[in-house]
């Protein structure tokens, strides 16, 4: 079964240092987006991407935040500068017409700044 | 204001039991998609059931079925049969608007174990 595959798993980085997390949506989806999920927290709507740029972000997603599709399969968010506060799980998802439009999810990147 | 509502943090059933778990959502786009994702330990979500607004009939998957009641806006979740790999925590969640790039909104979850 097509899956969202996420990596790395876990990323451990210190604060103020750049990340990049990766992510290879379902292939035949058009559709991408980012969610955060804070230790013990509600899941919350990062930024969606369609067609080569943002469509919608929240506020949480300021300049610090940047997503891009370098290639024909990968996703990816980078944190320019990362904080304390960016110390969260990182979902990916995609989604597209024929699934519905249903968003299915990666496993997750695990982030921790130190 | 609360998009989505799941007024249960903890849930305990027993195993080969059936439980429901509840979550009220608000909105007032008259299109929307009611989605219920798994969240095991291991913290990969995973996707179980989807329910759009203008549905007929509830959905169902597998052991999973979606009481959806449009007039009280609750979209709630019956696992029947539950079994000790049902132990995670389940989150409710929406979409409003049939844009394909609409972003989900969840709800807090709900902790589930299943007591052999």
């Known amino acids: 079964e097509p899956e969202v595959t996420q990596t790395p798993s876990h990323q451990v980085t210190q604060m103020g240092q750049e990340v990049i997390l990766r992510c290879v949506p379902i292939?035949?989806?058009?559709?991408f987006y980012w969610y955060r999920q804070i230790l013990g927290q509600k899941v919350e709507f990062l930024v969606s991407?369609?067609?080569?740029?943002?469509?919608?972000k929240s506020e949480i997603f300021d300049d610090q935040f940047s997503v891009e599709r370098p290639d024909g399969s990968n996703f990816t968010l980078k944190i320019r500068s990362t904080k304390l506060e960016d110390s969260a799980m990182y979902f990916c998802?995609?989604?597209?017409f024929g699934s519905g439009y249903i968003q299915y999810f990666g496993a997750g990147t695990r982030l921790s700044v130190l | 204001a609360q998009k989505i509502t799941q007024t249960q943090p903890g849930m305990f059933v027993q195993e080969k039991e059936a439980v429901t778990l509840d979550c009220t959502y608000d909105?007032?786009?008259?299109?929307?998609?009611l989605f219920w994702y798994k969240q095991p330990s291991s913290g990969e979500m995973i996707f179980l059931i989807y329910?759009?607004?203008?549905?007929?009939q509830n959905a169902t998957e597998g052991r999973y079925s979606l009481n959806f009641q449009k007039a009280r806006k609750s979209a709630n979740l019956v696992i029947s049969a539950s079994q000790l790999g049902d132990s995670a925590m389940y989150f409710c969640?929406?979409?409003?608007?049939?844009?394909?790039?609409?972003?989900?909104?969840f709800g807090p979850g709900t902790s589930l174990s299943v007591i052999p």
């Open positions: 998802a995609s989604s597209d």
């Open positions: 292939s035949n989806h058009l559709y």
């Open positions: 991407f369609y067609n080569n740029e943002i469509s919608e």
């Open positions: 909105t007032s786009d008259p299109s929307y998609g």
């Open positions: 329910q759009g607004s203008y549905d007929q």
């Open positions: 969640a929406m979409r409003e608007g049939l844009a394909s790039y609409d972003k989900v909104i």
